[in-house]
């Protein structure tokens, strides 16, 4: 009853367009049986003749989005502004040997779109309630290694366990995972990296051996790391609640640095091999390089060097701290650079220029060079040095450094 109603209260086009042996199948049915709401509708049917001439005449109808996916599977998609829907050809004879094919149980539920009746030869819904994850087959499993990273994202995700014969079966396979394109394991990387057991599921991944290809760098000690960058970042966001989002994404860079190497040239390797983007490893290398600049002893009150720091950093600052807090860097640096970052008219974490190049080649009388950089940035310590406070003085500061 409770996927009749969804179909009918949430399918963003009429149900009697969908021909008679017609399946709602994989992570959406779950979802539903879970009760798990989502803001964007993401479906998958099954059907055993024509399901791109199906999806086709529903984009069609309702002048939405239509693609291809798969020619020879037979897979197309139907966009609407709030769901994505595909429809695939069935895989074998009937819908049970297309369930026999999937990953884990509670993924091989199909409901009957017509006769309103739940299909699970595996007793998914079972599972679902024990709140476990169980493969269907070991063979399974290794036609599509990406599905062993996928046991740990999904158990991260549902807040489930992996059923001890399946963990140990995903360990034995592991070798398997080399065999993936790194696109697609990252993008299983990417939800644990997101999602509130994450941290927990990758230090179980790393005990069973998965991250071995990813992060090859990593050791137990790293691993442990990423509950206090969790921490870490709740604290910081519980602190200022209006300028971080409500969700673990915002600082997956700060996990990564954890995992990777030490060494921001071998760590860029890593990441460039895990074919993360160029704001990605931009984003790590910062935070390798620079957190050692807040151990150094008189950091703390020299304002040449936090301008720097800041000018260097950048908006990388919010991750680098999540990292420096894991790493046991001082708390009141961190929340006195966090005050100076959250302030937009703070003038070492946002300087604005007294004077401009021209200005200075003006009263210089001199070419474009490097030396008006040089000036430029002098004038900036100079003011939040408090030795300088306006134009005029700024002048005099450089008649009297600069003019001899």
């Not at 086709?56 to 291809?68: D, S, W």
């Not at 990758?202 to 050791?219: H, I, M, N, Q, Y």
């Not at 700024?394 to 600069?402: E, L, R, S, V």
Request: proline fraction near 4%; charge should be neutral.
């Amino acid at each position: 009853m409770i996927l009749h109603n969804f179909l009918k209260q949430n399918l963003p086009f009429d149900v009697n367009l969908l021909p008679d042996n017609c399946y709602l199948v994989g992570g959406a049915v779950r979802d539903i049986l879970l009760k798990r709401s989502r803001s964007y509708l993401d479906l998958d049917f099954v059907l055993p003749h024509k399901p791109i001439e199906t999806a086709k005449i529903i984009a069609r109808e309702y002048q939405a989005g239509f693609v291809v996916l798969d020619p020879v599977r037979y897979i197309a998609r139907v966009v609407f502004p709030h769901a994505t829907i595909d429809f695939a050809g069935q895989e074998g004879d009937s819908i049970y040997q297309d369930l026999a094919r999937r990953d884990y149980t509670i993924n091989a539920i199909a409901f009957h779109c017509r006769e309103g009746v739940i299909i699970d030869p595996f007793q998914g819904e079972i599972d679902i309630k024990k709140g476990i994850l169980k493969m269907i087959s070991r063979d399974n499993l290794a036609d599509d290694p990406l599905r062993l990273m996928r046991g740990y994202r999904q158990a991260s995700q549902l807040d489930f366990t992996i059923e001890s014969f399946t963990r140990a079966t995903i360990k034995d396979l592991k070798e398997l995972l080399k065999n993936v394109a790194m696109e697609r394991v990252n993008q299983e990387l990417a939800y644990l990296f997101e999602t509130k057991k994450g941290s927990y599921w990758l230090k179980e991944a790393f005990k069973d051996g998965l991250l071995d290809l990813c992060f090859p760098s990593a050791d137990e000690k790293m691993v442990n790391l990423l509950a206090n960058i969790d921490e870490s970042a709740q604290f910081l966001s519980s602190k200022y609640r209006s300028n971080f989002p409500d969700n673990y994404s915002w600082y997956k860079e700060a996990k990564l640095a954890c995992l990777t190497n030490q060494n921001p040239s071998i760590a860029e390797t890593e990441l460039i091999n895990l074919k993360y983007s160029r704001q990605e490893i931009k984003s790590v290398l910062t935070i390798l390089q620079f957190t050692n600049n807040l151990t150094e002893i008189d950091f703390q009150k020299n304002k040449r060097k936090q301008y720097f720091f800041f000018q260097s950093v950048g908006d990388y600052f919010p991750n680098l701290a999540v990292f420096a807090l894991a790493h046991n860097v001082s708390k009141d640096l961190i929340l006195q650079l966090m005050e100076l970052y959250q302030n937009p008219e703070d003038a070492i974490a946002h300087p604005q220029p007294l004077l401009s190049g021209k200005d200075i080649m003006k009263y210089l009388n001199i070419a474009p060079s490097p030396l008006i950089g040089k000036i430029l940035t002098e004038i900036q310590i100079a003011y939040i040095e408090g030795k300088i406070n306006n134009k005029e003085t700024a002048i005099d500061f450089i008649k009297n450094n600069f003019i001899t």
